[in-house]
């Protein structure tokens, strides 16, 4: 017991702050990086993080059977859909011919 | 009874009226399909939250999948740029 | 007098002027409106007073469903849901027609601005993965119907949408899966007249059209009913599912395929070095 929550509320409290860090990362490096590769780097990475880290948090904090089943097919599915949209909009970008940030470009704004 | 929106309720019509409005001035097509995702999801949550399930889910499906699968499309078809 | 390139007619002048005008009364009046109409989720409201507490009360016990809107759609209103199942397939069917006819005079100059490319064993490999779940997930929810939000509409566009997944990941050059358009024009026409077909067989045993409780089906009234609403939702997810390929694969059809795409993409993309 901690700050009166059970162990299990507070292992899903630290689950849902990193997942919190992890989309705070995310919308900081599509802020901030230079070109679109890099962001959808960070978007792409950090998301998928914080969602698999929510979902475990949502997991622990359930306690019916059936809803974790359907969190853990959430994050199967996210866990292969995240990735590969990425992926689709890196290389239809790249296809497209949109341009590679370099230091040529100059200093990141 | 249902619940009243609340600031999440209210948070997401902000944002559907943003969406849409951002939609109808965008002049690149895939922008406009875009926002016009992000409203339907927006709006789906919506109905989810004040009870209405099954007009949420058609809504993520209609709206969210295929209308921008759709819209997207149709801009290959076109062109992508309004003068 | 034709108008400038670029520009429509109706961007200057008079017309612009009136239809803002029409515009401002017409969100005017609707917003004006709003101050008559019951708040939301009034109890007190008509709607609330008459009609739903029918349902509610006896949904479950006349349709055999668990879920109030499919009671209420497939069943207590049925002929509200042939409509719109009628105008979706309209639609695809208007798509058809136009697109069709304009492919017949394409021009042979792609569209500016967007190229469409295909293939990469990421996104191959992803739709293989994901594609039957997601096929599976739409019977899911056309049959969980009852019980559970979803139904037909939901489930065709989702069995829709799983199809279409395949064919922007594999173009239209790749291996074939699923129906193709004639296929999927005559799994819509089967859909929508699966729909009425039902609807005139319950006039047959001598009920009202779409009134299933007369149909021959065997057990109480409400089974029947549950079977019966299956029966439609089944019909409406044809239907539906049907008229999403059509029209994947109607708009989608003008989209041309480069000789660059076709080899996989592994060229050096223009520009890139920039």
Redesign the interface.
Known sequence: MIFGLSAIEVVATLLLAGSLFFCLAAVTGVLRLPDFYTRLHASGKCDTAGLSLALVAFALLAGDALTVVKLAFLGF?AA??NP?AT??LG??A????V??WTARHGPPR | MIPPPGVIGVGLLAVMLVAATAALFARDLLVAAALFGVFSFAAATWFALVGAVDVAFTEACVGGALSTILFVSAAHRTRRWLD | MSPAPGKTRLRHGVPRILGALAFAALLGGLVAGIRDLPRLGDPASPAATHVSPRFIEAAARETGAANMVTAVLADYRGYDTLGETAVIFAAGLGCLIILALAAADRRETPPPGLTHRFGSPILDVSARVLTPWILMFALYVLIHGHVSPGGGFQGGVLFGSGLVVVRLVRGRRGPAFGPGPRAALVLACAGVLAFLGIGFLAMAFGGEFLDYGTLPLGGDEAHVRELATLGVEAAVFAAVAGTVCVLFATISAGVRETEAARSAGSASPPGSDG
């Open positions: 599915f292969i859909a590969t992926h689709a290389q239809a790249r296809r497209s011919g341009p590679v």
